[in-house]
T-cell receptor, first 120, second 114 residues
Framework: AQKITQTQPGMFVQEKEAVTLDCTYD???????LFWYKQPSSGEMIFLIY??????QNATEGRYSLNFQKARKSANLVISASQLGDSAMYFC?????????????????FGQGTILTVHP | EAQVTQNPRYLITVTGKKLTVTCSQN?????MSWYRQDPGLGLRQIYY???????DKGDVPEGYKVSRKEKRNFPLILESPSPNQTSLYFC?????????????FGPGTRLTVL
């Protein structure tokens, strides 16, 4: 079973509008971290925002916010006022407890990503 | 500036020629990790290190070696590269192994093995 599912292979948004990128996850841990990264065409992985499983408030970082619904196991990224420079691949990732899968400590498990294109 | 650096950024080599990709971080992070990114397979962890002299296998360790002699450096070694190791490689680091710690990534190394 996929631990991180991003169901939108591609999304389009008009400049200055808001867009939501979906992410659902699967874990039996009570404590975990959820992260979003941006990968522009140049290839680097840029950290955007973090949400802890025990955080009661949704995380926000500038134009980025995370719509965290724990019971539904979803952690959607909302980008407000989209800019042309937001065009990129976006990855949702999860970091579980120390015994994630029993094989690796501290790794990030990534979804398949969503390609966001911002139109002028 | 706090950062993770990798060198080289681009490398084309031939099968069997040993190579090393260096990774260095200046944030005094304990945890370091290598990932590879392949189309359709996403990012997968190769090796990780929880501290100096402590390394362990990730999900896809075959064909790779690592070492952690100093806290800041975590080189990835391909003793005998093969074409199936053509990939985009990322080094990442975080303060510790805790699930709340953000992993920061280096700029990536595009490796082509002919």
């Amino acid at each position: 079973a996929q631990k991180i599912t991003q169901t939108q292979p591609g999304m389009f948004v008009q400049e200055k509008e808001a867009v939501t990128l979906d992410c659902t996850y699967d874990t039996s841990d009570q404590s975990y971290g959820l992260f979003w990264y941006k990968q522009p065409s140049s290839g680097e992985m840029i950290f955007l925002i973090y949400q802890g499983s025990y955080d009661e408030q949704n995380a926000t970082e500038g134009r980025y916010s995370l719509n965290f619904q724990k019971a539904r196991k979803s952690a959607n990224l909302v980008i407000s006022a989209s800019q042309l420079g937001d065009s990129a691949m976006y990855f949702c990732a999860m970091r579980e407890g120390l015994r994630a899968g029993g094989t690796s400590y501290g790794k990030l498990t990534f979804g398949q990503g969503t390609i966001l294109t911002v139109h002028p | 500036e706090a950062q993770v650096t990798q060198n080289p950024r681009y490398l084309i080599t031939v099968t069997g020629k040993k190579l090393t990709v260096t990774c260095s971080q200046n944030m005094n992070h304990e945890y370091m990790s290598w990932y590879r990114q392949d189309p359709g397979l996403g990012l997968r962890q190769i090796y990780y290190s929880m501290n100096v002299e402590v390394t362990d296998k990730g999900d896809v360790p075959e064909g790779y070696k690592v070492s952690r002699k100093e806290k800041r450096n975590f080189p990835l070694i391909l003793e005998s590269p093969s074409p199936n190791q053509t990939s985009l490689y990322f080094c990442a680091s975080s303060l510790s192994v805790r699930r709340t710690d953000t992993q920061y990534f280096g700029p990536g190394t595009r490796l082509t093995v002919l």
